[in-house]
């Protein structure tokens, strides 16, 4: 299947017909009065706007353009794009063009569009490139292109525009947020006061708990002589415990009743923003990880401590979309917990979440206190 053609448009500008009708009345007054020098004038000024209409006309063809974007990028951070352009005729340079490339989210404008790249000059057949610095603060993909290319040949009599069909997504990943210290502190306390049997991470592996006194019945391979040198008389062997690893697992209320709800939809972006900070801060305190949530089917991810894992993550937050018929209490519904498993429930609504069968090993979050504990990267709080 071919590439769809681009879209050409010619168009006189105001000061093109205000100058024509000069050179007419020109002309004219020529033609009464058999003047040479009005002759000469009128020849002149013809000549400058047929020459300007012929270099826009022209200036928008042969032109290449191509792009520079990256795979993904973070809600409401700048990142950087590149135009590739390339002036593709033997003969004729390229004046004067403005490239304007276009961003849209959820089939619509994005809210902050990219600044026009300009292009004074480009030799025939030179490549040349052209930067620009786009920021989407709606996470989830967002569509580049098409690119608009304007030619207005100086003075501007005319414009030539182009719409060129070169198109990319980026998936803009959830803003970056920070979880304040004291209230990570806080809710991991909260979790250790649950009532949680921890799982082995790894069958079979041991880790250093102390040493203790040598009893019968003890390996020889145990004991720590070197300690044991240090306290004449008395043997003292390395005492282990089983490797245990914790769990906890996020579950996120996306249940958006009112589509027209900004204040809902509002709390909705700022909890999935904590949840990727809040699973980050759990990878660094040794925990796994889980999530669970409407998007609006359901979706359920294992987050192991391992490199890439919170990027998986982030790239399904990036995709999650609101539901309006699957309320927090049918996702608590849904789960079965397990031994080692605690659980924090970050809700939207201000209400507390309904009694479940995991409730005793459950730290809920409210949009208050999810307020509280993050900060968001740029604000300056």
Not at 65 to 86: C, K, Q, S
Request: charged fraction near 25%; glycine fraction near 8%; include cysteine.
């Amino acid at each position: 299947m071919s590439a769809p053609a681009p879209r050409r448009r010619f168009r006189m500008n105001v000061r093109g017909w205000v100058f024509l009708v000069l050179v007419l009345a020109v002309g004219a007054a020529a033609l009464a009065k058999g003047n040479n020098l009005l002759f000469f004038a009128f020849a002149s000024l013809a000549g400058l706007f047929t020459i300007s209409l012929i270099l826009t006309w022209l200036g928008g063809r042969g032109i290449e353009v191509g792009r520079l974007a990256p795979d993904d990028a973070r809600a409401a951070e700048p990142f950087a794009v590149t135009l590739r352009i390339r002036n593709a005729r033997r003969l004729l340079p390229a004046f004067a063009l403005r490239f304007e490339d276009t961003i849209a989210h959820e089939g619509a404008a994005a809210r902050i569009q990219p600044p026009p790249v300009l292009l004074p000059s480009a030799r025939a057949g030179e490549r040349v490139r052209g930067s620009y610095s786009a920021v989407v603060l709606d996470r989830g993909p967002a569509r580049l292109g098409p690119v608009r290319m304007t030619v207005e040949f100086p003075p501007g009599f005319a414009t030539a525009e182009v719409t060129l069909p070169v198109e990319d997504e980026v998936l803009v990943l959830p803003r970056r947020g920070t979880l304040l210290r004291r209230a990570v502190v806080s809710m991991l306390s909260r979790v250790e006061a649950c009532d949680l049997a921890s799982v082995p991470r790894v069958a079979g592996d041991d880790e250093f708990a102390g040493v203790r006194e040598y009893r019968p019945g003890d390996s020889p391979r145990r004991i720590h002589w070197k300690m044991s040198a240090r306290v004449p008389g008395r043997l003292l062997v390395r005492e282990f415990e089983p490797s245990r690893a914790r769990r906890a697992v996020v579950l996120l209320d996306t249940c958006v009743p009112n589509p027209h709800d900004a204040r809902r939809r509002l709390r909705l972006e700022r909890a999935v923003s904590f949840c990727a900070a809040l699973v980050e801060e759990l990878l660094a305190e040794g925990y796994s990880a889980g999530f669970r949530a409407f998007g609006p089917e359901y979706v359920s991810m294992a987050i192991e401590p391992r490199r890439g894992a919170l990027r998986d993550l982030e790239a399904a937050l990036a995709l999650l979309r609101s539901t309006r018929n699957r309320p927090l209490h049918e996702l608590l519904a849904m789960q079965d917990p397990a031994a080692g498993e605690v659980y924090f429930v970050l809700r939207l609504g201000d209400e507390e979440p309904p009694p479940w069968a995991g409730a005793e090993r459950a730290v809920a979050l409210g949009p208050a206190e999810m307020r509280a504990a993050m900060r968001f990267e740029g604000d300056g709080e």
